[in-house]
């Protein structure tokens, strides 16, 4: 089975903190995504990488930056964490071609004060 | 542009009770995927259909394709409470991106 594992489930910073969510999968997937679910908005893409130093915007990246050093790992960075970053984020990777089947964490509720 | 619309947006039922969710587009899909998220963790993906007017059936949850490819149905025959949850059907027409709406919020009620 696919296990994608996130760093904290739960996470309370302060603002302007530097913040770091990491992810992992054990999976050998290329492509990895970070996304946000606030109430009544869904789930929605931050950034998203096809592979290994590769990354691009999804459609909020603005306060975020991400970097994939290694293929298992994706780490998202808030570079300046606001309150409006307050929200639950979850990670996913996906098997290149296939039928763009993703898989996720658990999630990591953050809390910016 | 969510292409894919869910019906309908909340349901609370008791136990026992049969419901069905649906996915409806007007445009075709190669496959599309069903995903169920508990409250408090990540979506799990449940089944992925690809063949129109497939059926795929998961313990007491049937699956369907449209003939035509443009929607899908989720069935739950003698819902529990651990069925409760958000249920999403993803948009998966842009490349390698997923588009989620809001889905389906199932409550189950004991």
């Known amino acids: 089975d696919v296990k994608v594992t996130q760093s904290s489930r739960y996470l309370v910073k302060r603002t302007g903190e530097k913040v770091f969510l990491e992810c992992v999968q054990d999976m050998d997937h290329e492509n990895m995504f970070w996304y946000r679910q606030d109430p009544g908005l869904g789930l929605r893409l931050i950034y998203f990488?096809?592979?290994?130093?590769?990354?691009e915007k999804g459609d909020i990246p603005e306060g975020y930056s991400v970097s994939r050093e290694k293929k298992e790992r994706f780490s998202l960075i808030l570079e300046s964490a606001s309150t409006n970053q307050t929200s639950m984020y979850l990670c996913?990777?996906?098997?290149?071609?296939?039928?763009?089947?993703?898989?996720f964490g658990p999630g990591t509720r953050l809390t910016v004060l | 542009t969510q292409l894919l619309e869910q019906s309908p947006q909340f349901l609370s039922i008791q136990e026992g009770e049969n419901l069905t969710v649906y996915c409806n587009s007007s445009s075709v899909f190669s496959s599309l995927q069903w995903y169920r998220q508990e409250p408090g963790e990540g979506p799990v993906l449940l089944v992925t259909?690809?063949?129109?007017?497939e059926v795929k059936k998961l313990k007491r949850l049937t699956f369907q394709f449209g003939d035509a490819r443009k929607d899908s149905s989720l069935h739950i025959t003698a819902a529990q409470p651990g069925d409760t949850g958000l249920y999403l059907c993803p948009d998966n027409n842009a490349g390698n991106m997923l588009t989620f709406g809001g889905g389906t919020r199932l409550m189950v009620k004991p």
């Open positions: 990488s096809y592979d290994v130093k590769m990354k």
């Open positions: 996913a990777s996906r098997l290149a071609g296939g039928y763009n089947e993703q898989f």
């Open positions: 259909v690809v063949t129109g007017g």
